[in-house]
C-alpha cells in the first residue's frame, strides 16, 4: 500500500491488470501475423483441384434469388432452397442434376430457366455489391488497400521491395497481399495502416 501511494498518479496505470491481457493480444497477433506469412508466401494454388471441390449445395442462395427474383418473399425461398438440398441429399444426388419436374414438385414456380444459376462463375459475378465477390468488386478492393498502403509506407519503400520481387520472379506488380507480406517482414508497424 504504501509504495503504490509513493507513485506519481500517472504510474497508478502500471498496476492495473489490464496490461497483461493486452500484452497477450500483441503478441498473439504477431505469431499469427508470422503465420499467415508462412502460408501465403508457400501457398500453392491449385485451380482445377479448387474447381473439382465445388459442391452444387453452395449454390443454395443462388436458388433462393432465383425464386426472389420471381416474386417470391426471401422468407419463402430460402426454406424452398432446404427442401431442394434435402430433396438432393435424400436422393443422393447433386442438386443440379434434379429435374425440372422433381424441383416444380417441391415447388411449383420453378421455371424451365432454373438450371442456369447452377454456374459457379455466374454465381460470384453476381455479388457486385462493395466488398462483394465478383472480380470488379475484388479488383476495387486491392485498389483501395493499395492506396491505403502507399499512404502509410513510403513509396521508395515499396518500390524498393517492388525492385527486389521483380528480379527474382519477373512479375511487375505486388498483389495487395504481397505488400503486406513484404511489409510485415520489414517490421512496419501494422497498426499505423489502420
Do not use: C
Request: charged content about 25%; cysteine-free; proline content about 3%.
Amino acid at each position: 500500500m504504501m509504495s503504490s501511494k509513493s507513485l506519481t498518479s500517472t504510474y497508478n496505470k502500471d498496476l492495473q491488470e489490464s496490461w497483461e491481457p493486452m500484452l497477450d493480444h500483441v503478441k498473439t497477433i504477431s505469431d499469427s501475423i508470422q503465420i499467415a506469412n508462412g502460408i501465403l508466401s508457400t501457398l500453392t494454388i491449385r485451380p482445377e483441384r479448387m474447381l473439382a471441390a465445388l459442391d452444387p449445395t453452395l449454390l443454395a442462395t443462388d436458388l433462393a434469388d432465383f425464386l426472389v427474383r420471381k416474386g417470391v418473399p426471401f422468407r419463402e425461398t430460402h426454406h424452398v432452397s432446404g427442401r431442394v438440398v434435402a430433396k438432393s441429399e435424400e436422393l443422393g444426388i447433386p442438386m443440379d442434376t434434379l429435374s425440372l419436374e422433381q424441383l416444380k414438385a417441391i415447388d411449383n414456380r420453378f421455371t424451365d430457366d432454373v438450371m442456369d444459376i447452377f454456374n459457379y462463375e455466374t454465381s460470384v459475378e453476381s455479388r457486385s455489391a462493395k466488398g462483394g465477390t465478383s472480380r470488379s468488386s475484388i479488383l476495387e478492393q486491392i485498389k483501395v488497400l493499395k492506396a491505403i498502403l502507399m499512404a502509410k509506407i513510403s513509396a521508395p519503400i515499396i518500390r524498393a521491395i517492388e525492385t527486389a520481387y521483380n528480379g527474382e520472379t519477373g512479375r511487375t506488380a505486388l498483389e495487395s497481399h504481397e505488400i503486406v507480406i513484404f511489409a510485415t517482414m520489414l517490421t512496419v508497424d501494422l497498426d499505423e495502416l489502420k
